[in-house]
């Protein structure tokens, strides 16, 4: 069976590191949660009971997750509520629309190699646009091999 002290901590723990990294601390309190939840889908409520908050802390992360297209909403046939899933190959999704991200910045900063022509700051810059190309190249690679791993 769980532990769940033990699950309460895991969820936790990696909201706390998605949160040093950069990603809104509720959403990936509530994302964690869906992970680890053996339901395939929870209400509102049922997440605001999970992780001891609000049901107003609850409508904005799962806003925000539905966004970023890692939650999908259904409706609760016979109520007004609806209820969340993770959406199927989130982390695949994801993943691809940072690939796109980093195309942007790669375009952003051929602007800026261009407005600096000569200026020492324009190596730095192009390295930049080098860099982000390379990502944005390689990660559609990287996630095909990751789908193909994952039919093996």
Same mark, same amino acid.
């Given at each position: 069976? !769980?532990?769940?002290? #033990?699950?309460?901590?895991?969820?936790e723990?990696m +909201?706390?590191?998605? *949160? %040093?990294?950069?990603f809104p601390?509720?959403? *990936? !309190?509530?994302?964690?949660?869906?992970?680890? #939840?053996?339901e395939?889908?929870l209400t509102?409520?049922?997440l605001?009971?999970?992780?001891?908050?609000? $049901? $107003?802390? &609850?409508?904005?992360?799962?806003? /925000?997750? &539905?966004?970023?297209?890692?939650?999908?909403?259904? =409706?609760? =046939?016979?109520?007004?509520?609806?209820? /969340?899933?993770?959406?199927? %190959?989130a982390? /695949?999704e994801?993943?691809? $629309?940072?690939?796109?991200? /980093?195309?942007?910045? +790669? %375009?952003?900063?051929?602007?800026?190699?261009?407005a600096?022509?000569?200026?020492?700051? *324009?190596? !730095?810059?192009?390295?930049?646009? %080098?860099?982000?190309?390379?990502?944005?190249?390689? &990660?559609?690679g990287l996630? #095909?091999?990751?789908?193909?791993?994952?039919?093996r």
């Amino acid at each position: 069976m !769980r532990d769940e002290v #033990a699950v309460r901590r895991f969820v936790e723990h990696m +909201a706390m590191l998605w *949160a %040093d990294l950069g990603f809104p601390k509720m959403p *990936a !309190r509530v994302l964690m949660t869906m992970m680890a #939840a053996d339901e395939d889908s929870l209400t509102a409520s049922e997440l605001g009971e999970r992780l001891d908050v609000s $049901a $107003a802390a &609850i409508s904005g992360a799962v806003r /925000y997750l &539905i966004q970023i297209g890692m939650l999908q909403r259904h =409706p609760s =046939p016979g109520s007004r509520h609806n209820s /969340y899933s993770l959406t199927a %190959d989130a982390w /695949y999704e994801v993943s691809l $629309a940072k690939g796109a991200q /980093y195309k942007q910045i +790669a %375009d952003i900063a051929e602007e800026g190699v261009t407005a600096l022509k000569d200026a020492p700051s *324009a190596a !730095r810059v192009a390295e930049m646009r %080098d860099f982000f190309t390379f990502m944005q190249v390689e &990660i559609v690679g990287l996630l #095909a091999k990751w789908k193909e791993s994952r039919t093996r």
